[in-house]
């Protein structure tokens, strides 16, 4: 692999820029730094604002953003690899399936990479080339070809460097990542309630949800309930007398009694009984058929045994 020289600053921009571009989500130093091993080779480099110039191998730059990519939730792997290598050591030891192998990548690059020229995303007639190899080489070849795009496809899309501008999503603008945290704005830009790039981070850092801000975690129970086919009102937040989500079954009107009552508690405190006993007052006052107490924390034993001894439907 190559050697890039920079400057320790330039480096971070150039990841945070890149991280930006590709994830949907503007990290800052500190983000990096939390997303990254201690032991990562370039933490060092990151946590330095210095104009000194430094050599870093360019495949440390590449795990180090694979590494990042993974832990904000865009990529289920934390390594992509570069796709004919990766089938290169598959095929090792396989002469039959190396051999179609290296016939299916020699006409990609002749067709349409032009020695590393074009991404695979620049044009590229997919179906076309998957006819010919289909004709040409049969079909076991066909199928190391399927493999082969979808490979490529993975690893340009999980690499930093910008000749390489194909990405997972096309986000129209990235979002700051500390507004998880600290902001009480529900601006979602991609989703209902909380925006999708959020929701990835915590699907991938669920220890994270204790965290984010009370508001958002709202937004999270709101969006949840609406992916899951329910009709929903997220609460105002403040002054919402207790009745932070409302939800009706697909089939009804939100002029209807809504089948659940939610209670939002994003607390380290245990849920005790008098919560359990007040959001059951909503649930009879609204008409509701439960009512549901979402929370990162637990129930303490009282509200269990509140809500088994009086029957109420609270979970």
């Given at each position: 692999?190559?050697?890039?020289?920079?400057?320790?600053?330039?480096?971070?921009?150039?990841?945070?820029?890149?991280?930006?571009?590709?994830?949907?989500?503007?990290?800052?130093?500190?983000?990096?730094?939390?997303?990254?091993?201690?032991?990562?080779?370039?933490?060092?480099?990151?946590?330095?604002?210095?104009?000194?110039?430094?050599?870093?191998?360019?495949?440390?730059?590449?795990?180090?953003?694979?590494?990042?990519?993974?832990?904000?939730?865009?990529?289920?792997?934390?390594?992509?690899?570069?796709?004919?290598?990766?089938?290169?050591?598959?095929?090792?030891?396989?002469?039959?399936?190396?051999?179609?192998?290296?016939?299916?990548?020699?006409?990609?690059?002749?067709?349409?990479?032009?020695?590393?020229?074009?991404?695979?995303?620049?044009?590229?007639?997919?179906?076309?080339?998957?006819?010919?190899?289909?004709?040409?080489?049969?079909?076991?070849?066909?199928?190391?070809?399927?493999?082969?795009?979808?490979?490529?496809?993975?690893?340009?899309?999980?690499?930093?460097w910008d000749w390489l501008r194909a990405r997972?999503?096309?986000?129209?603008?990235?979002?700051?990542?500390?507004?998880?945290?600290?902001?009480?704005?529900?601006?979602?830009?991609?989703?209902?309630?909380?925006?999708?790039?959020?929701?990835?981070?915590?699907?991938?850092?669920?220890?994270?949800?204790?965290?984010?801000?009370?508001?958002?975690?709202?937004a999270l129970t709101a969006e949840y309930y609406?992916?899951?086919?329910?009709?929903?009102?997220?609460?105002?937040?403040?002054?919402?007398?207790?009745?932070?989500?409302?939800?009706?079954?697909?089939?009804?009107?939100?002029?209807?009694?809504?089948?659940?009552?939610?209670?939002?508690?994003?607390?380290?405190?245990?849920?005790?009984?008098?919560?359990?006993?007040?959001?059951?007052?909503?649930?009879?006052?609204?008409?509701?058929?439960?009512?549901?107490?979402?929370?990162?924390?637990?129930?303490?034993?009282?509200?269990?045994?509140?809500?088994?001894?009086?029957?109420?439907?609270?979970?």
């Amino acid at each position: 692999m190559g050697t890039w020289i920079t400057t320790k600053n330039q480096c971070s921009s150039f990841l945070s820029d890149r991280i930006g571009y590709k994830s949907g989500l503007a990290l800052s130093k500190m983000d990096m730094l939390e997303l990254l091993d201690k032991k990562d080779p370039l933490v060092e480099t990151i946590s330095s604002d210095s104009e000194e110039l430094v050599r870093i191998k360019s495949d440390h730059i590449v795990d180090s953003f694979q590494i990042i990519f993974h832990r904000l939730g865009v990529t289920e792997k934390p390594f992509v690899g570069h796709g004919p290598t990766i089938l290169d050591i598959d095929y090792m030891n396989k002469p039959n399936e190396r051999a179609l192998f290296q016939r299916v990548l020699q006409y990609l690059g002749e067709t349409h990479f032009d020695q590393g020229k074009h991404s695979i995303f620049d044009d590229f007639d997919e179906d076309t080339y998957f006819k010919y190899v289909q004709s040409t080489f049969g079909d076991d070849a066909l199928k190391i070809a399927s493999k082969l795009i979808h490979l490529i496809k993975e690893s340009e899309e999980a690499s930093p460097w910008d000749w390489l501008r194909a990405r997972v999503v096309e986000w129209k603008s990235p979002i700051e990542l500390k507004s998880l945290f600290d902001s009480e704005s529900l601006s979602a830009m991609y989703g209902s309630f909380l925006d999708q790039r959020y929701i990835n981070f915590l699907a991938q850092n669920s220890d994270k949800i204790s965290t984010m801000h009370w508001r958002k975690f709202e937004a999270l129970t709101a969006e949840y309930y609406e992916s899951s086919g329910y009709k929903v009102e997220l609460g105002a937040g403040r002054n919402d007398g207790g009745v932070d989500v409302r939800v009706w079954s697909p089939e009804s009107t939100m002029e209807d009694a809504p089948v659940t009552i939610v209670q939002c508690k994003r607390t380290k405190a245990k849920i005790d009984k008098v919560l359990v006993k007040s959001l059951w007052a909503d649930v009879v006052y609204e008409n509701a058929k439960s009512g549901v107490i979402v929370t990162s924390s637990y129930f303490s034993p009282g509200a269990r045994e509140v809500c088994k001894a009086r029957k109420y439907p609270i979970r």
